[in-house]
């Protein structure tokens, strides 16, 4: 059996699970999480949508259906693309539905994990897989449709309707719509990559420099005062009941000034001190699979992980701007990162980091008899 390292004992100590003063089994975390073993359990499925083999695969077929488009043109994988780690490589997602082009006002982000996410989107404004699945049908931008007019268009299809029987016993309406495809969102996770084996005991998993970045992420670097372990995003543990947002002064893209954005702070509903205290804030991304799916940050800002790991190790100031309400995490200043410590936190990144093993295949046809995913985005 596995015995922890004293790396292992020391990791303990830096996650707070406790006092340790050798090598040893470390202490048992509270409120019965583990912070080393992915917290499945923190993360239940809705009660009403269990998952099943017919209802992801169903979620799979809508979300690949141009169907649900107004223009018949685009799909949600038009801009979360297998290929591109869920992602779509541009810095602004594109505006599909409009006709003369345009750009969205943010990145498209991967949609590996958000199960694991209490907030989705980057400003947070859906508290649930369920409430973000039709918003983008709605966008005027995005798919251009309504709500009713894509239940309309899927009851519509007699395959589907067999589909949503077997899955649902329901006919097509708009909450089995939704729940197919939260579904199939859940289904596309990133947890099988080599940090989890190495948080599992297997200190091979990780080459020597992934090692080394993997202590620098959790010590020098305070990466994961951000994105908290074993989620490696803003949902921190043991309980993993909220996802966080943060200021962290990310540029305007292409400008030494702070993001025109809003972020969180533009969010309706919220209690205007909270929106106050959160003006420019973002929610923390996951990093799983994070070497697949530049350019980064809410607008794209930064086209490499060397920029966002540089803009991170200087902090804003550098750049000649302040930031109200700036993080606490960066508000001690400087990381004073070497360049060799950056290459080790780059490889820790891009090696401990990476799992495509259940990334979605495009189906070879859809219900709708419409090609399968869609137009995908230009490139920017």
Request: hydrophobic fraction near 40%; charge should be negative; include cysteine.
């Amino acid at each position: 059996m596995w015995q922890p390292s004293c790396a292992s004992t020391a990791l303990a100590l830096v996650l707070g699970l406790g006092a340790a003063t050798g090598c040893g089994s470390p202490p048992a975390s509270p409120l019965g999480q583990s912070l080393t073993r992915f917290p499945e359990d923190a993360f239940p499925f809705p009660a009403d949508n269990q998952p099943s083999p017919a209802r992801v695969e169903l979620g799979r077929l809508l979300f690949f259906d141009p169907l649900l488009s107004a223009n018949r043109q685009v799909a949600c994988a038009s801009c979360h693309l297998p290929e591109r780690a869920m992602a779509d490589s541009r810095h602004v997602g594109a505006a599909l539905a409009v006709a003369g082009g345009g750009v969205l006002p943010r990145s498209t982000p991967t949609v590996f994990n958000v199960r694991f996410q209490h907030s989705q989107f980057w400003d947070g404004r859906a508290d649930s897989l369920e409430a973000l699945a039709l918003m983008p049908v709605e966008n005027e931008l995005e798919m251009g449709s309504s709500r009713e007019q894509a239940v309309r268009d899927v009851a519509a299809v007699p395959q589907y309707q067999a589909l949503f029987q077997t899955a649902y016993e329901s006919p097509v309406n708009e909450h089995a719509l939704r729940r197919a495809i939260a579904a199939f969102l859940r289904s596309v996770t990133a947890n099988q990559a080599p940090v989890d084996k190495y948080l599992a005991g297997s200190e091979q998993a990780l080459s020597s420099d992934a090692t080394a970045g993997f202590n620098l992420f959790f010590g020098k670097a305070r990466c994961s005062r951000c994105h908290y372990l074993p989620l490696f995003a803003g949902t921190e543990g043991p309980s993993f009941v909220n996802t966080e947002f943060r200021i962290t002064g990310v540029p305007e893209r292409g400008k030494s000034e702070l993001t025109r954005d809003i972020g969180r702070a533009g969010v309706e509903g919220l209690p205007e001190q909270d929106a106050s205290g959160l003006r420019h804030a973002f929610k923390a991304p996951t990093l799983r699979n994070i070497d697949k799916t530049a350019p980064y940050m809410h607008n794209g800002a930064f086209d490499t992980l060397e920029q966002v790991v540089d803009f991170y190790d200087r902090g804003p100031d550098a750049a000649g701007y302040s930031v109200p309400n700036l993080d606490f995490v960066m508000q001690p200043g400087p990381l004073g990162l070497s360049r060799e410590e950056k290459r080790q936190l780059l490889v820790f990144l891009r090696e401990g980091l990476t799992d495509l093993s259940t990334l979605p295949g495009v189906p070879s046809s859809v219900p709708s008899g419409l090609p399968p995913g869609g137009t995908p985005p230009p490139s920017d």
